[in-house]
T-cell receptor, first 113, second 112 residues
Framework: DAGVIQSPRHEVTEMGQEVTLRCKPI?????LFWYRQTMMRGLELLIY????????DSGMPEDRFSAKMPNASFSTLKIQPSEPRDSAVYFC???????????FGPGTRLTVT | EDKVVQSPLSLVVHEGDTVTLNCSYE??????LLWYKQEKKAPTFLFML????IEKKSGRLSSILDKKELFSILNITATQTGDSAVYLC????????????FGKGTKLSVKP
């Protein structure tokens, strides 16, 4: 199994631009999670999906952030417009169900200048 | 407000030493506590603890939960340079399964 796949691994963009982060969960996992990690705030859950349906998006910071999961093998996290304070590492994770551990992808390091 | 606090924030030891990392929590409707190891990339799962007093072991790592005093410890014996990482503690709540609250982590550096 390839594990959780994220792309791109690094993204540098200018303030105001749209950024799209992509994630492919582990096959057979019904849950997909998007996290953001910064030095100041640590690792924070942004949103998670169950069977492609968003369940809890209380961590999404504001309307500039949106996430979709059009099918079981693909999810996107979009930031529009991006701001320098969005600079962070964004992780995607998946799990078989909520009673099993989450497996994290390698992350996307986003830098907004 | 629910919170998870880890201590120390960082720790430097020499190979062969034994270390104890701490995680205390204040959350409503506690369900489980998880430990993750984060090297340069993604966090990798170590343990999930749901019951008090039952030690979980994996090689040189072990962990135990105290639900009365609201904390957990992660022990690493005979440390090796490969143990150098940030160790993250996370808590899960009933009614918010999947919505893990993470601590800031303990950065462990093991010197040869």
């Amino acid at each position: 199994d390839a594990g959780v796949i994220q792309s791109p691994r690094h993204e540098v963009t200018e303030m105001g631009q749209e950024v799209t982060l992509r994630c492919k969960p582990i096959s057979g996992h019904d849950y997909l999670f998007w996290y953001r990690q910064t030095m100041m705030r640590g690792l924070e859950l942004l949103i998670y999906f169950n069977n492609n349906v968003p369940i809890d998006d209380s961590g999404m910071p504001e309307d500039r952030f949106s996430a979709k999961m059009p099918n079981a093998s693909f999810s996107t996290l979009k930031i529009q417009p991006s701001e320098p304070r969005d600079s962070a590492v964004y992780f995607c994770a998946s799990s078989f169900n909520l009673y099993y551990e989450q497996y994290f992808g390698p992350g996307t390091r986003l830098t907004v200048t | 407000e629910d919170k998870v606090v880890q201590s120390p924030l960082s720790l430097v030891v020499h190979e062969g030493d034994t270390v104890t990392l701490n995680c205390s929590y204040e959350v409503t409707n506690f369900r489980s506590l998880l430990w993750y190891k984060q090297e340069k990339k993604a966090p990798t799962f170590l343990f999930m603890l749901t019951s008090s007093g039952i030690e979980k072991k994996s090689g040189r790592l072990s962990s135990i939960l105290d639900k009365k005093e609201l904390f957990s410890i992660l022990n690493i014996t005979a440390t090796q340079t490969g143990d150098s990482a940030v160790y993250l503690c996370a808590v899960e709540r009933w009614g918010s399964q999947g919505n893990l609250i993470f601590g800031k982590g303990t950065k462990l550096s093991v010197k040869p």
